[in-house]
T-cell receptor, first 109, second 113 residues
Framework: GIQVEQSPPDLILQEGANSTLRCNFS?????LQWFHQNPWGQLINLFY???GTKQNGRLSATTVATERYSLLYISSSQTTDSGVYFC???????????FGKGTLLTVNP | EPEVTQTPSHQVTQMGQEVILRCVPI?????FYWYRQILGQKVEFLVS????????KSEIFDDQFSVERPDGSNFTLKIRSTKLEDSAMYFC???????????FGSGTRLTVV
């Protein structure tokens, strides 16, 4: 099945800084999503982005499907951005999602 | 925005007991899934369900697990005889036909003691 790798595993920022999280995947995808897991464990969908670029406020994402990677950009980070960010992708007819191990983001005041 | 609803949010059960985790997917979605996340680990696929039958299951989804869509709105995961290692967050998700992202529920945190 598809392999998903995320980097970096951990990231510590000062409030106001920008960051880029990366997701590499091993095969062509029909679905790619970015999630934020909040302190209560909920998975919050950030982007559905199997290709192209999307923006939502301070967050944006780009997937370059031909080169098999996706990037999540967080600008002007806030302490509430802290948590684990997961990339998940699927490549088969069942659309079964494979998750990466996540990036633990800590934003300090 | 439509939501996937999961109940209960937390459940503590004795080892060996049966548990049923409940989910109400988004009404016009046709594909249903269960995933789980052991504390501190990544989210893992358990099972997918379409047209009233299992379409794929992982090696985790052994004979102790079953899924059911008993009516037009609910989707349940049953664990027949819980083990300590079943302690995890269980997520239900649904997806509409064709291309489109998943919507995940808020999860059920299951603790087996």
């Amino acid at each position: 099945g598809i392999q998903v790798e995320q980097s970096p595993p951990d990231l510590i920022l000062q409030e106001g800084a920008n960051s880029t999280l990366r997701c590499n995947f091993s095969d062509s995808v029909n679905n790619l999503q970015w999630f934020h897991q909040n302190p209560w464990g909920q998975l919050i969908n950030l982007f559905y982005i199997p290709s192209g670029t999307k923006q939502n406020g301070r967050l944006s994402a780009t997937t370059v499907a031909t080169e098999r990677y996706s990037l999540l950009y967080i600008s002007s980070s806030q302490t509430t951005d802290s948590g684990v960010y997961f990339c998940a992708a699927s490549g088969g007819s069942n659309y079964k999602l494979t998750f990466g191990k996540g990036t633990l983001l800590t934003v300090n005041p | 925005e439509p939501e996937v609803t999961q109940t209960p949010s937390h459940q503590v059960t004795q080892m060996g007991q049966e548990v049923i985790l409940r989910c109400v997917p988004i009404s016009n979605h046709l594909y249903f899934y269960w995933y789980r996340q052991i504390l501190g680990q990544k989210v893992e696929f358990l099972v997918s369900f379409y047209n009233n039958e299992i379409s794929e299951k992982s090696e985790i989804f052994d004979d102790q697990f079953s899924v059911e869509r008993p009516d037009g709105s609910n989707f349940t995961l049953k664990i027949r005889s819980t083990k300590l290692e079943d302690s995890a967050m269980y997520f239900c998700a649904s997806r509409r036909q064709g291309n489109g992202g998943y919507t995940f529920g808020s999860g059920t945190r299951l603790t087996v003691v």
